[in-house]
């Protein structure tokens, strides 16, 4: 376990730049990290990385100084175990919708006296050799970050409650699964998502915790920095994807 200078830089509302992951490449990670992005986001939900897959790609993170965030499959305390026993500095956390699922999570994410996450000496603790397994659970509840995503209604209308929980140290906007919540699939223009993202914006912003989405092509960091969001995240295949027609193009 080691200083978390993305959560110092969310306590302080800095901006943080991320970049999501959704395959097993570790020089992708390594890229990001020299390139100086403050956090990659491993995406263990939309991608067949398993936990084995993903402690490969924290060790690539932890090579090149980027800190590296997990979101999970789901939120069940089990299957966040098995992410930040092998070394997470983070969970992100998808399809939480009210103030009893994130505490429930945040609660396996944490150890005692925050929560109840299984303790062993495994990867994450360093294998119980650097340090005794009770300076370790003190260090880690301190230094772990946990991000929930807000990406439907329900969880929209209970914004508020869950900006409000404790341990939690900022939340995104997941903008294409809230969109379908909406109705409007993949319409992200549409007024009744731009409703809810207007008010994603202003819950946070009154909350004082760390609020960001995902940047998507044809939007700027500039824009979403006025609004006063923080975590603003980028898609490693987005960024391929654009060079690589920036310069197919240039053949015709």
């Known amino acids: 376990m080691y200083k978390n200078l993305l959560k110092e830089k969310l306590r302080r509302r800095e901006a943080v730049a991320g970049c999501m992951i959704q395959g097993f490449h570790p020089a992708l990670i390594e890229i990001c990290g020299l390139a100086g992005f ?4 491993i995406d263990a939900e939309h991608s067949a990385l398993t936990p084995s897959h993903c402690e490969e790609l924290v060790r690539a993170a932890e090579v090149r100084h980027t800190i590296p965030l997990i979101r999970v499959p789901n939120a069940e305390p089990d299957t966040i175990l098995r992410f930040m026993d092998i070394g997470a500095m983070g969970i992100i956390l998808p399809g939480v919708s009210t103030k009893e699922e994130t505490e429930k999570a945040i609660r396996a994410i944490k150890y005692y006296p925050q929560g109840n996450r299984g303790l062993n000496a495994v990867r994450a603790s360093d294998y119980g050799m650097t340090k005794p397994l009770s ?10 970050v946990v991000i929930a995503i807000i990406e439907n209604t329900i969880a929209i209308e209970n914004l508020a409650e869950i900006l409000a ?3 939690l140290d900022g939340v995104i906007l997941g903008t294409s699964d809230l969109s379908q919540s909406l109705g409007v699939p993949g319409q992200g223009q549409h007024p009744s998502v731009q409703q809810a993202y207007h008010r994603f914006v202003n819950e946070g912003l009154k909350s004082g915790k760390a609020i960001g989405t995902v940047v998507r092509p044809g939007e700027t960091v500039k824009e979403y920095l006025d609004a006063g969001l923080a975590i603003l995240i980028t898609s490693a295949y987005s960024l391929f994807g654009k060079e690589a027609k920036r310069f ?3 053949f015709k």
């Open 38 to 41: 403050d956090f990659v986001f």
């Open 165 to 167: 929980v404790d341990g």
């Open 248 to 250: 197919v193009g240039e």
């Open 135 to 144: 300076e370790y659970v003190m260090d880690a509840n301190k230094e772990t």
